[in-house]
């Protein structure tokens, strides 16, 4: 029965994502001439030419300088938010740090939530501040996600296309449709969508209760198809006003994945192969499994010390082991970091497998446009390995792989040690960071571990028991957002626009193939050995360390 | 293949490549290679803190002098090699520089300048330019070209080819180099390099690595190698603070021992001498790389421009069949053909013989009083004329049917038609005024020469074939040769087009040629083979050039360039995959302490974290020298698909690194367990 549910989720998702994949194509390639003329008004209204091809610097600056802005709107908007209208719980300004935070995290498409929904964020702040930036951030990693694989597959010297276009593009016609159906479909299951304040009641065991309100459902849908994950409230979707059924949480848990693996095969079909898209679709989808297995294996194995049956800790009794597991899997391999269960609550191990999604640069399936431009930095470097050993000048889909590429796939390798060892061991040493820190030993640990690898990863979810809100933490992790994200965009632009310049050889048979099952089990070894190795130690002395702790009786 | 040059053993270098070994301590040198220059850097300082414990009397001083010794090993395994690569390409300099002239040319004036007027003239004073004389017994100072005069030259120093060759002025055989003797007579050169520039010169640089630059791949290497330390600085130096929230201090050389062994030192440590020996080997099969970058290139061929002439065929028509005329038995047809062609000495005419007697199965000789008659413009007819007045003749078809007055009978005529048609070329024989049957005179291909093409098909190079002759011929050698594709009545100018057309499509292209119109051609080439025999240049044009004048040794020189890239590729997988069992060994010998639990990790069993952390040290040591071998001699390359070739390696490399430290480190432990060492 559970073989059968997790093997429907991934066929239904599969489906759905190739259906999705030929749409997006559509609307990039601007194939659709309604769409593409209102494109043309709302673009020459803004002063866009989006026939405009740019270059990758050209591509690079525009993305950053709309986030930039996008940082400074937010972070005012969360300052000011006490004197702005649609508050009607009288929330306050938010502190600095928190608010620098915030709006990185958004901008970022991290959605860490070092604050709590209901209560320190107005109606307006949610609405125009937060569910914008779901959109935008989300839009501004697919238009780079689109950018480099024009730059990987496009005929030489076209160009990455225009930032401006793309992310239009993005937002009216594939996050504003789908969301706009996901939100209804979520309302109708039962989650609040109004403007109304809070509901004040008298329980039946007598006590006042505050019920936080608002509106959800719209902020829901865009959360999990954008790979955000910032809830309306607190818990995310382990409240029921935000993930009330079954069919609700079904509905979350394939739109957090689908426009990541949507990715994957609009890779393919642009590259004019589909091979390619199928190729890393596979790697991707062996290692997912690989996880979802691992945790679902722990999950459902339950913890003895506690009893019999399944890890029921910080799991809704509604979602249960399975549907809790899946959930834990897809938002941390998708960089979504939306939860429907505490990951702090989760088996040892089971919390590993999240830590290395997150570590190994979120890039299985990852986030939107993001982690497909990330698994394309492994593609170079396990296809630099592979040309060598067959003795040719290493080619990706006919371009060579030089000095140049190398380089900066490099460079973009060095963002996820940096912001999660170096950064995480100031964080786990410096008594003002410490502090944060709610469980002894190995477990503690994986509590910092564990936040440094979302944030790094712009994930967003979070081992709960950890103190996020302490200056130090907000800081450091906005810092690390803007390298996990940024220093990656950055040198990923940079090798599409490289790579753009080259002529594409044609395949020979002495040309090693991208596709088939040996490119795969190459491109895996690559992330496992690159991405995964580097965090052995640091995971030994987190999960493992607990895990085997446990396995002896002692529990953290 | 001719080798001329001697390969020094192993045992003759070893003793300088010791010494050189640690001349290369050098700082400075040692800089260059990022990854050997951490390990250093690493091995001084656990020395130093080593030393510090034991002059202090504290616990432990001992076993970290005994790792940093290891490390220090590390550095001078990977110093070794390098000086082992570059020793054997200094004793072929040496070789080669012994054959250098020194002393006096006679300089001329002018190209016609009289001999008796030649001034005396240092050789390193002559300048390009410059006009010489050269006589028998002379060697010739330096790359020159034949302006006057014809001669015999003993090229044996540089190509290893025992018999003379001819060098003349003009024409496509002008072209002398430097360091070769004149056996007879004399000629006079234009100088064409300074002495110091020749192409003698430039191969006894390259062998000693003086000129040794970083080709494109090993940059691009050099680079992931570089970042691969970085991450693992990023990864030990943050440990210390990790460590310390589960209550746990490290010591830094243990910390040490632990990054020598993550960063890719195997690979790091051979990657020179994996370049060196690469050029090494191509010095072997008498070519000379103008840059490191061309031999790369050859790897990456996609489609071979190979001239038919002396490539594909033997260069000259062979008799393939002999078909009598109606009437006409074999046998009479064979023996008048072979008396008529007994004293031809074209290889045409021997040929005939060779066919005529394996037909007949006896030899013929000379009949007494016959009178051989010569081949000429005019007649275009050769044979011989018997003492009983039979006139025997061959020759072409009209001039056999002016000489008869015979035309051949229809069935004869057919066969005639049908060899035109395929492409060779058909000769009558006649006997007086008697047409006994033809000669089907064929391009025989060389043997062999399409299981190559097959081959390199297999490594998805294509052929294609270049010849002067019309389409049909060109069309029926190029199906029996097996190339994929030909250019027939070529012109200098096609072959550039065809060349460009190529590129443009892509495809990286390879050719070799000799003539001064083949020039363009060369440079347009991403790799262009000049014969040595071929005119200054083409050899200025190309990017290597063969001492042979092979023109298949191209697929030589693919194979070496292939056989580079394969061996850094392989090896560096190899040294990454390590990195597995290695946490294995060391990661538990350092946390235990804290977490007894994780002794779960301890996959190999080994014996204490003393013994484990010593182990992964040694073997990452152990495994570099053991590597050295490999790493001159290439990973052999043998030509198929890509696919086949990833599996092979991956498998071997792959998973080969994953399992071999396994074994290794617990094999090191068991035997320091043994010898009480740890």
Request: aromatic letters at 8%; hydrophobic letters at 50%.
């Amino acid at each position: 029965m559970t073989l059968i549910s997790y093997i429907l989720y991934f066929a239904v998702l599969t489906a759905l994502a190739l259906g999705l994949a030929i749409w997006m194509q559509r609307v990039f390639e601007a194939r659709i001439p309604a769409l593409a003329w209102v494109d043309r008004i709302i673009l020459r209204g803004a002063g866009v030419d989006p026939d405009r091809q740019m270059n990758w610097t050209a591509y690079a600056m525009a993305v950053l300088a709309f986030n930039l802005a996008g940082f400074v709107l937010l972070y005012t908007l969360l300052r000011l938010q006490g004197y702005l209208p649609l508050n009607p719980d009288g929330i306050g300004a938010m502190s600095p740090d928190l608010a620098f935070n915030t709006a990185i995290s958004f901008v970022t498409n991290t959605n860490w939530q070092a604050y709590s929904g209901e209560a320190q964020l107005s109606y307006l702040s949610q609405m125009a501040g937060l569910t914008v930036q779901n959109f935008v951030s989300a839009a501004s990693g697919m238009a780079v996600g689109v950018a480099v694989i024009r730059g990987f597959t496009g005929p030489k010297d076209s160009g990455l296309g225009n930032f401006w276009a793309d992310m239009t593009r993005a937002t009216l016609w594939i996050l504003l449709p789908l969301s706009i159906a996901l939100a209804l479909y979520l309302a109708a299951q039962g989650v609040p969508q109004t403007l109304l304040g809070a509901v004040h009641t008298t329980g039946l065991e007598g006590a006042e209760q505050i019920i936080p309100r608002g509106p959800a459902a719209a902020q829901i849908a865009i959360k999990q198809l954008g790979t955000n994950g910032g809830g309306f409230f607190g818990v995310n979707s382990a409240h029921p006003f935000e993930n009330p059924t079954i069919a609700s949480n079904m509905a979350q848990c394939l739109s957090i994945l689908l426009i990541p693996v949507a990715f994957c095969f609009l890779f393919g079909s642009m590259a004019r192969d589909r091979r390619q898209g199928w190729a890393i679709f596979a790697a991707m989808g062996i290692m997912l499994l690989a996880g979802v297995a691992v945790i679902h294996f722990y999950e459902a194995a339950g913890n003895p010390s506690l009893g019999i049956g399944a890890n029921m800790e910080g799991k809704e009794a509604r979602f249960g082991a399975m549907l809790s597991s899946l959930w834990a899997a897809s938002t941390t391999a998708a960089s979504n970091g939306s939860v429907n269960a505490m990951h702090d609550s989760f088996m040892p191990l089971s919390g590993m497998v999240m830590m290395v999604f997150m570590q190994i640069g979120e890039v299985i399936f990852g986030g939107v446009g993001s982690g497909l431009y990330g698994m394309l930095l492994y593609c170079i470097i396990a296809v630099f390995l592979a040309g060598l050993m067959v003795g040719r000048t290493p080619e990706y889909l006919g371009r060579k792989i030089e000095a140049r590429e190398v380089t900066l796939a490099v460079v973009g390798f060095l963002s996820m040690p940096l912001g999660i060892l170096v950064v995480g061991a100031f964080a786990s040493t410096l008594p003002s960071a410490v502090a944060a820190i709610q469980d002894p030993g190995p477990h503690g640990f994986s509590e910092v571990l564990y936040a440094y690898s979302s944030a790094t990863g712009n994930n967003g979810s979070a081992f709960g028991g950890w103190g996020a809100s302490l200056p130090w933490h907000t800081t450091a992790m906005g810092l690390v957002m803007i390298l996990g994200r940024y220093a990656m965009i950055i040198p990923v632009l940079a090798i599409a626009g490289s790579l753009s310049r080259k002529t594409k050889a044609q395949a020979t048979s002495g040309t090693f193939p991208t596709h088939g099952p040996l490119f795969v089990t190459l491109l895996i070894l690559t992330v496992l050995i690159l991405g995964a190795l580097t965090f052995f130690p640091v995971l030994a002395l987190g999960p493992i360390a607990e895990e085997t702790a446990r396995v002896a009786g002692q529990s953290f | 293949m001719s080798n001329p040059i001697p390969t020094a053993s192993l045992r003759d270098l070893a003793p300088a490549a010791l010494r050189q070994t640690f001349v290369k301590l050098d700082p400075r040198g040692l800089a260059r290679n990022p990854v050997i220059f951490t390990t250093a850097v690493v091995a001084l300082m656990t020395t130093i803190l080593a030393l510090r414990d034991i002059a202090s009397g504290t616990i432990g001083g001992w076993p970290a002098l005994h790792i940093s010794l290891w490390l220090w090993l590390c550095v001078l395994f990977a110093n070794f090699a390098e000086a082992l690569a570059e020793g054997r390409g200094k004793a072929r300099a040496d070789t080669l520089r012994a054959t250098k002239s020194k002393g006096y040319v006679k300089r001329l004036e002018g190209p016609q300048s009289a001999f008796d007027v030649a001034l005396l003239t240092p050789i390193d004073e002559l300048q390009a330019g410059q006009f010489v004389l050269v006589e028998a017994g002379d060697i010739i100072p330096t790359d020159a070209e034949a302006v006057r005069g014809v001669a015999s030259v003993n090229e044996s120093a540089i190509t290893g080819e025992s018999a003379p060759v001819i060098r003349e002025a003009g024409g496509d055989r002008s072209s002398v180099t430097g360091g070769t003797t004149i056996v007879s007579d004399w000629l006079v050169l234009r100088i064409t390099a300074e002495p110091g520039k020749s192409f003698m010169d430039r191969m006894i640089a390259l062998v000693e690595g003086a000129e040794r630059q970083k080709t494109p791949n090993e940059i691009a290497l050099n680079i992931l190698l570089a970042g691969l330390t970085l991450i693992f600085l990023f990864v030990v130096v943050t440990l210390p603070a990790f460590a310390s929230f589960a209550g746990l201090s490290i010591p830094v050389v243990v910390l040490g021992a632990l990054f020598v062994t993550l960063i890719p030192t195997t690979i790091g440590g051979l990657l020179s001498a994996i370049g060196i020996a690469g050029m090494d080997r191509l010095v072997k099969f008498n070519v000379i790389a103008k840059s490191g970058r061309a031999v790369e290139a050859a790897g990456d061929v996609d489609t071979l421009l190979l001239d038919k002439t002396g490539t594909i065929t033997f260069g000259n028509r062979m008799a393939d069949a002999l078909i009598p005329a109606p009437g006409v038995d074999m046998a009479t047809l064979a023996e008048a053909a072979y008396l008529a062609s007994l004293a031809d000495e074209t290889p045409e005419g021997r040929s005939i013989v060779e066919k005529a007697r394996a037909l007949l199965g006896r030899e013929i000789a000379l009949p007494e009083g016959s009178t051989p008659v010569e081949f000429t413009a005019q007649t275009r007819l050769s044979g011989l004329d018997l003492a009983d007045g039979t006139s025997l003749r061959k020759g072409a078809i009209d001039a056999v049917v002016r000489l008869t007055t015979q035309i051949p009978a229809p069935a004869l005529a057919q066969e005639i038609d049908a060899i035109a048609r395929s492409g060779g070329t058909p000769l009558l024989v006649s006997s007086g005024y008697t047409i006994l049957g033809a000669v089907h005179l064929k391009d025989v291909v060389k043997p062999g020469v399409r299981e190559r093409f097959a081959e390199l098909r297999a490594m998805g190079i294509r052929t294609v074939m270049i010849t002067g002759d019309n389409p049909l011929t060109a069309a029926a050698i190029a199906a029996e040769a097996g190339v994929d594709d030909f250019l027939a009545e070529a012109t200098p100018e096609m072959k550039l087009d065809l060349i460009k057309r190529e590129q443009s499509g892509g495809r990286l292209v390879a050719m070799c040629g000799d003539g001064s119109n083949d020039a363009p051609a060369l440079a347009q080439a991403d790799v262009g083979v000049a014969m040595n025999a071929g005119t200054p240049a083409a050899k200025e044009a190309a990017n290597l050039i063969d001492l042979d004048s092979d023109p298949t040794k191209l697929i030589e020189i693919v194979m070496v360039g292939k056989e580079l890239l394969i061996s850094r590729g392989s090896l560096t997988t190899f040294s990454i995959a390590n990195d597995v069992a290695k946490y294995f060994a060391i990661l538990p010998a350092l946390f235990v302490g804290a977490y007894p639990g994780l002794t779960v990790l301890n996959i190999m069993g080994l014996a204490s974290p003393n013994s484990a952390i010593l182990s992964a040290v040694i073997f990452n040591a152990l495994i570099l020298i053991a590597l050295v071998p490999l790493a001159l001699r290439g990973v052999k390359y043998t030509p198929s698909s890509a696919a086949v070739l990833l599996r092979r390696n991956l498998l071997i490399y792959g998973l080969g690194g994953l399992i071999v430290p396994f074994i290794g480190i617990k094999a090191i432990d068991l035997a320091l367990v043994a010898l009480n060492l740890a």
